[in-house]
């Protein structure tokens, strides 16, 4: 049985890819609807909510996993520790499914969202984050500041932004890749002059982000992508399952 940590599109495209060639996998997600994009097809068991180390380990044994595949969002730092300990515990190789880098030269670039609020709240003008809900508590905004989310139309996110105390109408809950040319109108309407993302890939859409600030000359604000541990990381489907034949 073939592990794959869930929670990116291509995830979940990594799963048919090696269904289709007659393995079988569990694949987890964190929220129900997560677990729910994974579908429903012969040969795949989906384990829905969040596992700690412990959790992972009584999956490796009850389901005799082989091999883990972390595909799990780059900035999900709490997952890739609990699985690279679990996998240590249960002997079982990891391997990490990664997103291609894309690079943002023209980019302020911070490694922490400590260095970034401070750089942050001396700024003037408006500010579009699209970092996702769960730390949004660093940045509050300051005098000559209005500082908007841009989240996921999900309960918790709605939430999370709430906690770090965004009023409703600085919440801006959507979900898809927007083209280029409907960031640029959601950038003006908003009189958005920085623009605070991730290093995620080109599956998140952040190149349609980039080149809508770049045309409206926006400062683009990156936080870069965590450096994790693993002994061996991938970046296709055909490279994935090649590994596991050679496993």
């Known amino acids: 049985m073939i592990w794959i940590i869930a929670g990116t599109k291509s995830a979940r495209e990594l799963a048919d ?9 569990v694949a987890s997600a964190t929220t129900s609807y997560g677990a729910e994009l994974l579908g429903d097809r012969e040969g795949l068991t989906v384990i829905e909510g ?3 180390t412990d959790d992972m380990e009584k999956l490796i044994g009850h389901y005799k996993v082989s091999a883990i595949i972390d595909a799990s969002h780059p900035y999900a730092v709490e997952v890739k520790g609990n699985v690279m300990a679990a996998a240590e515990k249960m002997s079982v190789p990891c ?34 984050m699209t970092i996702g809900s769960q730390n949004l508590d660093f940045f509050r905004e300051k005098e000559n500041q209005k500082i908007y989310a841009r989240v996921l139309p999900m309960e ?3 939430r999370q932004c709430s906690e770090a105390g965004y009023s409703p109408e600085r919440i801006i809950a959507m979900q898809s890749i927007f083209s280029r040319d409907f960031n640029i109108s959601l950038m003006k309407e908003l009189d958005i002059k920085y623009m605070v993302t991730k290093e995620s890939g080109s599956e998140g859409g952040v190149m349609e982000k980039i080149e809508a600030a770049r045309e409206l000359g926006i400062e683009i604000i990156v936080m870069e992508r965590p450096k994790y541990g ?16 050679d496993l």
């Open 156 to 158: 918790s996110s709605i």
């Open 17 to 25: 890819f090696l269904l289709d060639r007659g393995l079988s996998v």
């Open 50 to 52: 969040k596992l700690q």
């Open 230 to 245: 693993y002994e061996v990381t991938l970046y296709s489907a055909e490279e994935i399952y090649k590994r596991i034949g």
């Open 95 to 128: 391997i990490r499914y990664e997103r291609e880098d894309i690079e943002i030269e023209d980019a302020v670039k911070f490694s922490t969202y400590e260095d970034a609020a401070a750089y942050i709240k001396n700024l003037r003008g408006n500010i579009l």
